[in-house]
């Protein structure tokens, strides 16, 4: 059974331009989250999307946006992007009835921004 | 706001029993949990406790809950160098919108042989 799988592992951008970054959650999980790392801090959360609608948004701007799709994939993307947003993105799912029992995460995609 | 604080490094050796220990902020969090990071890789959820609850155990792992303080520990019995890697402790409060974790900076465990 696979975990929760991200594409790609790494990346790397310019200044300025769009990224997308994509996530397959596991296997019966409907609800899936996005968090940033930066190095060597704690993950940071960005959103959360259940039934293809944001249900949370944490202190991110407009520059970061997302979407469900209806096999409860996601994708995060990013304008403008910042030297700044370089950073390793988490992608987490979990069934919406057993949020509580915490998420399973991907192993993230590690953006570069130069 | 949501504040979740942990010491960054613990050193210990083999065999030995490892404390991790967590602050917090949110006095309505009402579930705590413990993740571990290894290099190159995501977050493994390891346990995680209720705030109702002041003790839990599983296996070689003891969660301890003290409300009042608003602190939170992890137990690590007989520590292997397999268990070196970055915990992370992280809060949470489930609303009808759905449930976001709060993390803390995380604390890297070394185990020496």
């Known amino acids: 059974d696979a975990g929760v799988t991200q594409s790609p592992t790494h990346l790397i951008k310019t200044r300025g331009q769009q990224v997308t970054l994509r996530c397959s959650p596991k296997s019966g999980h409907d609800t899936v989250s996005w968090y940033q790392q930066a190095l060597g801090q704690g993950p940071q959360f960005i959103f959360q999307?259940?039934?293809?609608?944001?249900?949370q948004r944490g202190n991110f701007p407009d520059r970061f946006s997302g979407h469900q799709f209806p096999n409860y994939s996601s994708e995060l993307n990013v304008n403008a992007l910042l030297l700044g947003d370089s950073a390793l993105y988490l992608c987490?799912?979990?069934?919406?009835?057993?949020?509580?029992?915490?998420?399973?995460f991907g192993s993230g995609t590690r953006l570069t921004v130069v | 706001g949501e504040d979740v604080e942990q010491s960054l490094f613990l050193s210990v050796r083999e065999g030995d029993s490892s404390v991790i220990n967590c602050t917090y902020t949110d006095s309505s969090s009402t579930y705590l949990y413990w993740y571990k990071q290894e290099p190159g890789a995501g977050l493994q959820l390891l346990t995680y406790?209720?705030?109702?609850?002041d003790m839990k155990q599983d296996q070689r792992l003891t969660v301890l809950l003290n409300k009042k303080d608003k602190h939170l520990s992890l137990r690590i019995a007989d520590t292997q160098t397999g268990d070196s890697a970055i915990y992370f402790c992280a809060e949470s409060s489930i609303n009808n919108a759905g449930n976001m974790l709060t993390f803390g900076g995380g604390t890297r465990l070394m185990v020496k042989p």
């Open positions: 987490a799912s979990s069934p919406w009835e057993v949020l509580l029992n915490g998420y399973t």
């Open positions: 999307y259940y039934e293809e609608e944001e249900r």
């Open positions: 406790i209720f705030s109702n609850m």
